[in-house]
Nanobody
């Protein structure tokens, strides 16, 4: 699995939950991994990152509601999303910064440096 491939998106009512998965190679998961979302007409924004040592970081808009994790045995990255809001509606991508094992706390830099992206999975939250 040399490419990234997201799954698990869908439509859910506000307050509901979804878990996104991203299949990746063992080597890719050793780097900084991120979940990035993009709503129509808006720029991409990082929602969560996880580094080689499983240190995590979150955008303030999702803290306490989203959890990023990875399973090295299964070569998968996850995003557990709870208490979903309509403003969480977006295309969600997993991305890898292959230049580093740690993740930049400056999310705009991370987006610029990420060189591997999945095709994305749509999340729609309805009222």
């Amino acid at each position: 699995q040399d490419q990234l491939a997201e799954s698990g998106g869908g439509s859910v009512q506000a307050g509901g939950s979804l878990r996104l998965s991203c299949a990746a190679s063992e080597n890719t998961l050793r780097n900084c991994m991120a979940w990035v979302r993009q709503a129509p007409g808006q720029a991409r924004e990082v929602v969560a990152t996880i580094d080689r040592y499983a240190n995590t970081n979150y955008d303030d808009s999702v803290k306490g509601r989203f959890t990023i994790s990875k399973d090295n045995a299964k070569n998968e990255l996850y995003l557990q999303m709870s208490s979903l809001k309509p403003e969480d509606t977006a295309m969600y991508f997993c991305a890898a910064d292959l230049t580093t094992f740690s993740c930049s706390p400056f999310f705009d830099r991370l987006i610029a440096r990420a060189s591997k992206w999945g095709p994305g999975t749509q999340v729609t939250v309805t009222v």
